[in-house]
């Protein structure tokens, strides 16, 4: 097995600030389709409440926050040769932690599959609550990285698409679809993009994808000789062993 870590490819923050005298989070917040602010960073950046749930009386009446973080990985690079086995999502958080949970999920973000570089308000939803990437992670460690190990869904999705495609948010209110108690919150934690050393990066553990002891659809067993060498005299094809 071989291993290699993949920097985030695009990175950001999309979200939604609502306000209303009879404001329901559940519905005018958490389900809505388009959001109210998108971030592409593209340079060093430190933000306090990437990831956010927010539901407050004031003096305008109620308002309601939620954030979101969409990231996008190329692993073509390793998958058109390799079959991806594990794989561990981590994302650096300069400052203090807490207790908030968090999760990954699907996303289809940045055009769905990379072609588009930057993040549009539209992209707010473009998240699926029903695949989950990762376990519930519940805390949010400071200064250091969040560690989540992806899933079999995760793997096989980088296997066959070249690409992760997924976003981090809040898991308590947003990932399960429940409305938090007016004025308990707020809930969220901060991320630092594109730090020098502590990049968004996803690390990847993987195999040769090899030959499958078939050559263009033969099995091994009814190869006899390769080149007029007998297969029992091969022990390996282009360093892949048989």
Same mark, same amino acid.
């Given at each position: 097995?071989?291993?290699?870590?993949?920097?985030?490819?695009?990175?950001?923050?999309?979200?939604?600030?609502?306000?209303?005298?009879?404001?329901?989070?559940? =519905?005018?917040?958490?389900?809505?389709?388009? !959001? #109210?602010?998108?971030?592409? $960073? %593209?340079? *060093?950046? /430190?933000?306090?409440?990437?990831?956010?749930?927010?539901?407050?009386?004031?003096?305008?009446?109620?308002?309601?926050?939620?954030?979101?973080?969409?990231?996008?990985?190329?692993?073509?690079?390793?998958?058109?040769?390799?079959?991806?086995?594990?794989?561990?999502?981590?994302?650096?958080?300069?400052?203090?932690?807490?207790?908030?949970?968090?999760?990954?999920?699907?996303?289809?973000?940045?055009?769905?599959?990379?072609?588009?570089?930057?993040?549009?308000?539209?992209?707010?939803?473009?998240?699926?609550?029903?695949?989950?990437? =990762?376990?519930?992670?519940?805390?949010?460690? !400071? #200064?250091?990285?969040?560690? $989540? %190990?992806? *899933?079999? /869904?995760?793997?096989?999705?980088?296997?066959?698409?070249?690409?992760?495609?997924?976003?981090?948010?809040?898991?308590?209110?947003?990932?399960?679809?429940?409305?938090?108690?007016?004025?308990?919150?707020?809930?969220?934690?901060?991320?630092?993009?594109?730090?020098?050393?502590?990049?968004?990066?996803?690390?990847?553990?993987?195999?040769?994808?090899?030959?499958?002891?078939?050559?263009?659809?033969?099995?091994?067993?009814?190869?006899?000789?390769?080149?007029?060498?007998?297969?029992?005299?091969?022990?390996?094809?282009?360093?892949? =062993?048989?």
């Amino acid at each position: 097995m071989a291993s290699s870590s993949v920097n985030a490819t695009y990175q950001g923050r999309v979200g939604l600030s609502a306000s209303g005298a009879l404001l329901n989070w559940l =519905s005018q917040v958490r389900n809505a389709t388009t !959001g #109210t602010f998108a971030t592409t $960073y %593209t340079t *060093n950046t /430190t933000v306090s409440n990437a990831w956010f749930v927010a539901y407050d009386t004031t003096r305008s009446g109620i308002t309601g926050q939620c954030h979101r973080v969409p990231l996008f990985f190329d692993v073509s690079g390793i998958t058109a040769n390799n079959t991806i086995t594990d794989a561990t999502l981590k994302v650096w958080n300069p400052s203090s932690g807490n207790i908030f949970d968090t999760i990954i999920v699907k996303g289809s973000a940045w055009g769905g599959g990379g072609e588009t570089t930057t993040l549009s308000t539209s992209d707010y939803d473009n998240l699926d609550f029903s695949t989950a990437y =990762s376990s519930t992670k519940t805390s949010w460690s !400071g #200064t250091a990285y969040n560690d $989540y %190990t992806l *899933n079999a /869904t995760a793997i096989s999705n980088m296997n066959s698409n070249g690409y992760l495609n997924c976003f981090l948010i809040e898991a308590t209110f947003d990932y399960s679809g429940v409305s938090p108690t007016l004025d308990e919150g707020p809930y969220g934690g901060v991320v630092e993009y594109l730090d020098a050393t502590n990049k968004i990066k996803v690390e990847l553990t993987y195999v040769p994808s090899g030959y499958g002891n078939n050559v263009i659809g033969v099995a091994s067993a009814n190869i006899k000789k390769v080149n007029e060498v007998g297969t029992a005299d091969i022990s390996n094809v282009i360093g892949v =062993s048989g």
